[in-house]
Nanobody, 119 residues
Framework: QVQLVESGGGLMQPGGSVRLSCSASGIMLRMYDMAWFRQAPGKQRELVANIASYEMIKYVNSENVEGRFTISRDNAKNTVYLEINSLKLEDTAVYYC???????????WGQGTQVTVSS
C-alpha cells in the first residue's frame, strides 16, 4: 500500500520558518518526480514547487512565494521537504505532497498538513 504522509505543519508566527516533510512508504521516491501543492480556504489548489527524481531540476512557483520556499529531497530517506521562510499570513493553507512516477503512469497524494500563520 502506497502512502505519502506529510508532517511539520501547525500554528506559526509571521516571519518565522517551517520545514514540512513528506515521507513515502510502498514506493521508492527516487523513481518519482515530487511536488508540493497548497490549498488556501476558498481557493484552488496551486503548485508551490516541484523537484525531479534525481534532483537535477527544481522549480518553485516564484509568482506566489517570492524566493522564500525551498524544495529538497533525500531519496535515501524516501522523504521530500519544503522549507518556508519569512512566513506570511497568506501562506496559511493545507500543504499537500504529490508523487508522479517518472513514466507518468502513477500519481499519489498525501492527506495534507495544515499550516496556519497567525499573530
Amino acid at each position: 500500500q502506497v502512502q505519502l504522509v506529510e508532517s511539520g505543519g501547525g500554528l506559526m508566527q509571521p516571519g518565522g520558518s517551517v520545514r514540512l516533510s513528506c515521507s513515502a512508504s510502498g514506493i521508492m521516491l527516487r523513481m518519482y518526480d515530487m511536488a508540493w501543492f497548497r490549498q488556501a480556504p476558498g481557493k484552488q489548489r496551486e503548485l508551490v514547487a516541484n523537484i525531479a527524481s534525481y534532483e537535477m531540476i527544481k522549480y518553485v512557483n516564484s509568482e506566489n512565494v517570492e524566493g522564500r520556499f525551498t524544495i529538497s529531497r533525500d531519496n535515501a530517506k524516501n522523504t521530500v521537504y519544503l522549507e518556508i521562510n519569512s512566513l506570511k499570513l497568506e501562506d496559511t493553507a493545507v500543504y499537500y505532497c504529490n508523487a508522479v512516477h517518472i513514466s507518468g503512469q502513477n500519481t499519489y497524494w498525501g492527506q495534507g498538513t495544515q499550516v496556519t500563520v497567525s499573530s
